[in-house]
């Protein structure tokens, strides 16, 4: 069964860093593509950030420039380091991957930029 535990998430101060980090148990994880979405308190849930098995990466223009997004297939975990952070940055950060045709969560990371 896939499972995604995801950490790193607090307060920060706008213009701060911060990163998260996702573990990965359950799946062939050096051969899946990994994903991070966000929730806003009201807003429906949006991509962030993917990295592919051959470690592609792609991420939403509301980030770009200001967000890494990295893997370790030793250690089955994908990171997200943040930096630039702004208030429109708060929401509950989600690791995702989709395999045989379903589309897997952690249980999310808030992360809270204050002005």
């Known amino acids: 069964q896939v499972q995604l535990v995801e950490s790193g998430g607090g307060l920060v101060q706008a213009g701060g860093s911060l990163g998260l980090t996702c573990a990965a148990s359950?799946?062939?994880?050096?051969?899946?593509?990994m994903d991070w979405f966000r929730q806003a308190p009201g807003k429906q849930r949006e991509f962030v950030a993917t990295?592919?098995?051959?470690?592609?990466?792609d991420y939403a223009a509301s980030v770009k420039g200001r967000f890494t997004i990295s893997r370790d297939n030793a250690q089955n975990t994908v990171y997200l380091q943040m930096s630039s952070l702004k208030p429109e940055d708060t929401a509950v950060y989600y690791c995702?991957?989709?395999?045989?045709?379903?589309?897997?969560w952690g249980q999310g990371t808030q992360v809270t930029v204050s002005s």
């Open positions: 995702s991957t989709y395999r045989q045709f379903s589309r897997y």
């Open positions: 359950g799946v062939s994880f050096s051969i899946v593509d």
């Open positions: 990295i592919t098995s051959s470690g592609s990466t």
